[in-house]
């Protein structure tokens, strides 16, 4: 059995959107999005920086979301529906997309610190306006790509779409999506999936920023 460590809120919406999106039985263990809940010996013990997402398999603990991502289609997704293998022809577009989705998040992270766990007194104007300006440029990047797509890659929805999707899900907490029209467009294909909706169900991002 598959377990997965997962906060509501938080990037870990990849790997459990994932799992659905595959339809594979797994455990979800949910943990409180504080540094008390994520700071127990006995997940320090599973996850070092005691962060998730994590997923243990068979005793095996496997951290950081785009590990998860190309662990679980090597293991669970032998017919490469989700995961594009060595070889295929996608490959190199996939490992992009895959890492760039981390590349996208930081910005957004960088705003949750901001916007949710530092006091407002303690709050910087100046690394909120720099953070969302480059968070907009990443965006400004997937916007072009999708100009004659539907999914980041032209064979349909693949992994990559669920750890860019999360990033434009947790973007759309923070800036603006309408200069950019492919990514709306792309937020309301990825939004409207069944897997989507389970992983989603929880205290939205923009609720949390303006807590």
Same mark, same amino acid.
């Given at each position: 059995?598959?377990?997965?460590?997962?906060?509501?809120?938080?990037?870990?919406?990849?790997?459990?959107?994932?799992?659905?999106?595959?339809?594979? !039985?797994?455990?979800?263990?949910?943990?409180? @999005?504080?540094?008390e809940g994520l700071r127990t010996p006995e997940y320090l013990s599973i996850s070092p920086l005691?962060?998730?997402?994590?997923?243990? !398999?068979?005793?095996?603990?496997?951290?950081?979301?785009?590990?998860?991502?190309?662990?679980?289609?090597?293991?669970? !997704?032998?017919?490469?529906?989700?995961?594009?293998?060595?070889? =295929?022809?996608?490959?190199?577009?996939?490992?992009?997309?895959?890492?760039?989705?981390?590349?996208?998040?930081?910005?957004?992270?960088?705003?949750?610190?901001?916007?949710?766990?530092?006091?407002?007194?303690?709050?910087?104007?100046?690394?909120?306006?720099?953070?969302?300006?480059?968070?907009?440029?990443?965006?400004?990047?997937?916007?072009?790509?999708?100009?004659?797509? !539907?999914?980041?890659?032209?064979?349909? @929805?693949?992994?990559?779409?669920?750890?860019?999707?999360?990033?434009? =899900?947790?973007?759309?907490?923070?800036?603006?999506?309408?200069?950019?029209?492919?990514?709306?467009?792309?937020?309301?294909?990825?939004?409207?999936?069944?897997?989507?909706?389970?992983?989603?169900?929880?205290?939205?991002?923009?609720?949390?920023?303006?807590?």
């Amino acid at each position: 059995m598959l377990t997965l460590y997962h906060c509501n809120g938080s990037r870990s919406m990849r790997s459990l959107w994932l799992l659905h999106e595959m339809g594979i !039985d797994f455990e979800l263990k949910e943990l409180t @999005f504080s540094m008390e809940g994520l700071r127990t010996p006995e997940y320090l013990s599973i996850s070092p920086l005691g962060r998730v997402p994590c997923l243990v !398999d068979d005793g095996v603990p496997v951290f950081e979301s785009g590990a998860i991502a190309q662990y679980l289609g090597e293991h669970y !997704d032998p017919e490469g529906k989700l995961h594009r293998a060595p070889g =295929h022809a996608e490959r190199t577009e996939w490992l992009i997309w895959l890492h760039y989705a981390e590349t996208m998040a930081v910005h957004g992270a960088s705003l949750v610190q901001q916007k949710v766990f530092i006091a407002k007194e303690d709050r910087s104007p100046v690394v909120q306006k720099l953070e969302s300006r480059r968070l907009e440029k990443s965006l400004e990047v997937v916007d072009t790509h999708l100009k004659d797509r !539907d999914y980041l890659l032209k064979s349909g @929805f693949s992994t990559v779409d669920t750890n860019v999707g999360y990033s434009v =899900h947790l973007a759309k907490g923070f800036v603006s999506l309408d200069p950019f029209p492919n990514v709306v467009k792309y937020y309301e294909r990825i939004s409207s999936r069944p897997a989507f909706r389970k992983a989603a169900a929880s205290v939205p991002l923009d609720e949390q920023a303006r807590a």
